[in-house]
Nanobody, 126 residues
């Protein structure tokens, strides 16, 4: 079992940046896919970006292309989501997720992920 704990959320003005982190409780080398999702009030959870075990990106939502970047640090067992040029539409609870069973798909699908963090709130104001 691997626990995922997100951090780095907060409030920022439009155009600002935040970096989210997702710390895993053990090595993630055996995971088949890792990703970030978000859910705004009244909306379905949507995939933001996902990554293959080799750290190449398998999927990134059109709405965040050119602004968000996912990376990983295996030594620190941590995933990152760098979010730049934030927009109020980016406000949501952000979740990191991982899958033992399924390799990444495009688009990433929440039901394919076994492990979820508790979420971290991102609020972007005008």
């Amino acid at each position: 079992q691997v626990d995922l704990v997100e951090s780095g959320g907060g409030s920022v003005q439009a155009g600002g940046s935040l970096r989210l982190a997702c710390a895993a409780s053990r090595d993630t080398i055996s995971l088949k896919c890792m990703g970030w999702f978000r859910q705004a009030p009244g909306k379905e959870r949507e995939a933001v970006v996902s990554m293959y075990p080799g750290a190449s990106i398998s999927y990134i939502a059109d709405s965040v292309k050119g602004r968000f970047t996912m990376s990983r640090d295996n030594a620190r067992k941590t995933l990152y989501l760098q979010m730049n040029d934030l927009d109020p539409e980016d406000s949501a609870v952000y979740y990191c997720a991982a899958s033992w069973r399924f390799y990444c798909t495009a688009p990433a699908r929440a039901e394919k992920f076994d492990l979820w963090g508790q979420g971290t709130q991102v609020t972007v104001s005008t």
